[in-house]
T-cell receptor, first 116, second 111 residues
Framework: DTAVSQTPKYLVTQMGNDKSIKCEQNLGHDTMYWYKQDSKKFLKIMFSYNNKELIINETVPNRFSPKSPDKAHLNLHINSLELGDSAVYFC???????????????FGEGSWLTVV | TQLLEQSPQFLSIQEGENLTVYCNSSSVFSSLQWYRQEPGEGPVLLVTVVTGGEVKKLKRLTFQFGDARKDSSLHITAAQPGDTGLYLCAGGSNQGGKLIFGQGTELSVKP
């Protein structure tokens, strides 16, 4: 069983469209994240939720809206897609927030978004 | 702003060679992690170092945390093609739960 699964894995869409990426974790973790990896492989956090509550919201355009219906799911909706949104989006989860020691962050396989 | 700089960004070596990847910052981190990412997959945690001067070994990989907790290194002995991948260092920020990543080192080990 995949611990953190996200769909779709690949998404090609036109500028201006709205799209969603779904994420589910079956690890029983309390905290989930969205990270963005750009074309230079730089990985940066976008959002973090703990028990369905938003706790980290980086400087991300408000076209990006995360939604956590329950603590096992964290979806990412993107409105009015732009060329610069092309990237790999990673969902991740961990048991706790605020510490690294003994708190492994598990990443999904990524969703490769291409905006044309 | 806390930043982590990795060097080198790209490294292509022959099987059997040794290599070191560096992760440096002007900021102090409470702990630092190293991840390995293979193509088409997400990063996977290799190690967490916590104490200044700490050294951890994982088979042929040796990780060191600087005494001042501002830098770290990853040394691979006798590299193998299976070591090929993107190596990322990441530090715990002073904003709880937020990982700050370096820009990564792409390692290619040729047989």
């Amino acid at each position: 069983d995949t611990a953190v699964s996200q769909t779709p894995k690949y998404l090609v869409t036109q500028m201006g469209n709205d799209k969603s990426i779904k994420c589910e974790q079956n690890l029983g973790h309390d905290t989930m994240y969205w990270y963005k990896q750009d074309s230079k492989k730089f990985l940066k956090i976008m959002f973090s939720y703990n028990n369905k509550e938003l706790i980290i919201n980086e400087t991300v355009p408000n076209r990006f809206s995360p939604k956590s219906p329950d603590k096992a799911h964290l979806n990412l909706h993107i409105n009015s897609l732009e060329l610069g949104d092309s990237a790999v989006y990673f969902c991740a989860s961990s048991q706790d927030r605020g510490r690294l020691v003994g708190n492994t962050i598990y990443f999904g396989e990524g969703s490769w978004l291409t905006v044309v | 702003t806390q930043l982590l700089e990795q060097s080198p960004q790209f490294l292509s070596i022959q099987e059997g060679e040794n290599l070191t990847v560096y992760c440096n910052s002007s900021s102090v981190f409470s702990s630092l992690q190293w991840y390995r990412q293979e193509p088409g997959e997400g990063p996977v945690l290799l190690v967490t170092v916590v104490t200044g001067g700490e050294v951890k070994k994982l088979k042929r990989l040796t990780f060191q945390f600087g005494d001042a907790r501002k830098d770290s290194s990853l040394h691979i002995t006798a590299a193998q093609p299976g070591d090929t991948g993107l190596y990322l260092c990441a530090g715990g920020s002073n904003q709880g739960g937020k990982l700050i990543f370096g820009q990564g080192t792409e390692l290619s080990v040729k047989p």
